[in-house]
DNA sequence: ATTAACAAACAGGCTGCATGTATGCAAGAG
DNA sequence: CTCTTGCATACATGCAGCCTGTTTGTTAAT
């Protein structure tokens, strides 16, 4: 705690500045949202000026930028470890979804990256974000439960694109405070109808 | 053109100074998004002073939420309006997606409900103002198909606003340039699987 | 005469930039 | 191998412009 002002590499100073400015933005961004936060407060929080801020940061956008990617980075990878060893199509796709959902659970994220961000920087932007992350599994699921020989017919981008935005919906539910298991169980039905045809 | 300035009643000042606010606010902030439309913008589009602006609505953001209420409504009536005489549930169910996505092709609504609502005035608003509108006839078809007999122990509430995400996704993709056809070719897949057990 | 419907000026705050300063760092001189 | 020298990095600070919401003043309807 007591953070001797000693001498630092560049390279130090510029990781822990940088990890100041994105701790403390993020929990603003979370607590009153992008738009009702300003980058003094923002700076205050973080021990820094606002010279510091727009040094590493391009602009206030720039830094929800880093976070969103952070985050979507995240998730990406919580599923992705979660769906390595799935047995047969509709486990890697129920147990993504859990993963998700428990990825999800992190207090502020659902906010971040389907409400700012998709605002503040574009839903295309968002896309981009998401595709780097690794976001696509739900649709690498469908495409394999497809060879199994269900979905026949049924184009697999858009239904994985409305698919992703059942869940989302459902996390940002939870975490308004909703229980989490009735929405995992509506996953779990929407998932199974579609690949065995049972409710 | 040439609205001579001649006499008008309170009312009928009132309305149209109104008409003009809200015409121009929706266009920019269909444009520009709401962040980066400004007041002075507005009423100079509107040809209207600031003070007229203030008088009529309590802040900027109270004047996206009529102009969101109002997007919101006319959605409601047109779904309500087209599911008025389906035989079948799931009939009503494929009629009203069908009646969605074509509300939603009014350029500009999507962003305006799905984008710029939920972030300005928060998502329980969005939720209120949807649910005096009356959207809530996903639920109800829901609801009559349980009774069907299919769906028995899937969260029907909780099923319904995964399902409305998953519409509001495409109608977003739709309003951004994609074809609706895939979408909707996607949405009766699900709406199918989930009724009948058949993809 | 009273109130609605504006108009216009004002106060506070915020963003991005431009300029100034101190510190780290790499390379060459000695 | 050390030390100086020059440059780049990492900030700090003040300024300019804009924007929002409020307040005060004016005109027109009722």
Chains 1, 2 share one sequence.
């Not at 820094?48 to 980075?73: M, P």
């Not at 998730?75 to 129920?94: K, N, Y």
Request: glycine letters at 8%; zero cysteines.
């Amino acid at each position: 705690m007591q953070e001797k002002l000693e001498r630092r590499s560049n390279r130090d100073r510029t990781a822990a500045t940088r990890a100041a400015l994105l701790k403390a933005a993020r929990a603003l961004f979370i607590e009153k949202g992008y738009a009702d936060t300003g980058t003094p407060e923002i700076v205050a929080a973080a021990k820094v000026t606002r010279g510091a801020l727009y040094h590493h940061f391009s602009d206030k956008a720039g830094l929800l930028r880093a976070i969103v990617e952070a985050e979507a980075k995240e998730v990406a990878s919580t599923i992705e470890h979660a769906t390595r060893d799935a047995e047969t199509p509709l486990d890697a796709l129920t147990e993504g979804a859990d993963a998700y959902f428990e990825a999800m659970r992190t207090p502020g994220r659902a906010r971040l990256l389907l409400l700012e961000g998709p605002v503040v920087l574009g839903i295309d932007e968002m896309a981009a974000i998401d595709s780097a992350s690794g976001g696509q599994t739900l649709l690498d699921g469908l495409r394999l439960a497809d060879r199994d020989g269900r979905l026949a017919g049924v184009p697999l981008k858009q239904l994985s694109e409305m698919l992703s935005a059942a869940f989302d919906r459902a996390a940002l539910a939870i975490a308004g405070g909703a229980r989490e298991a009735p929405y995992r169980d509506a996953a779990r039905s929407l998932l199974k109808a579609l690949l065995l045809g049972k409710t």
